[in-house]
C-alpha cells in the first residue's frame, strides 16, 4: 500500500501520469507518461517528446522511491532500474499486456515448482 501511494503521487509532478502498473512481491512495472512542459520541449531531439521524458525520469524514480523507502523505514529497493522508450502503439500494447498478465505467470511459476 506505501509503495502504491507513492507511486500514483508521482501524478502530482506537472505533465506526469501513471498510465498501467501492477506491483508485485520482489518487483514493479510502470508505465509513466511525460507530456513536455512546453511546446519546444517537445521539438527537441530525433522524436519528439525523447529527450525531456528522459531527463524527467531518474528524477520521478528517485522521488518515488525516497519517499517510500523513509514511509517503509529502510531500503527495500535496488539501486538500478530498467527502463524502455516506449516508441509505437505495438510497443505499447506488448508492455500493458505483459504489466497485466505478470501476476498470472509468477502464480503459474510459483504452482509449477
Known amino acids: 500500500m506505501i509503495v502504491e501511494k ?3 503521487s508521482s501524478e502530482q509532478i506537472p505533465g506526469v501520469t ?6 508485485m512481491p520482489d518487483h514493479i512495472h510502470v508505465i509513466f507518461i511525460i507530456e513536455p512542459q512546453s511546446e519546444d520541449e517537445g521539438r527537441r531531439g530525433a522524436a519528439p517528446y ?3 521524458a528522459n531527463a524527467k525520469l531518474p ?3 528517485s522521488a518515488f ?4 523507502n523513509k514511509d517503509i523505514g529502510h531500503n527495500i529497493f535496488q539501486r ?3 527502463d524502455h ?3 509505437n502503439r505495438g510497443d505499447y500494447e506488448t508492455r500493458v499486456r ?9 502464480y503459474y511459476r510459483l504452482q509449477s515448482t
Open 98 to 106: 505483459y504489466i497485466y498478465e505478470n501476476p498470472a505467470r509468477r
Open 18 to 23: 501513471v498510465d498501467s502498473y501492477v506491483i
Open 85 to 87: 522508450v516506449i516508441r
Open 80 to 82: 538500478s532500474y530498467y
Open 6 to 8: 507513492y507511486l500514483l
Open 59 to 61: 528524477h520521478i524514480i
Open 65 to 68: 522511491k525516497r519517499f517510500a
Open 50 to 52: 525523447q529527450a525531456p
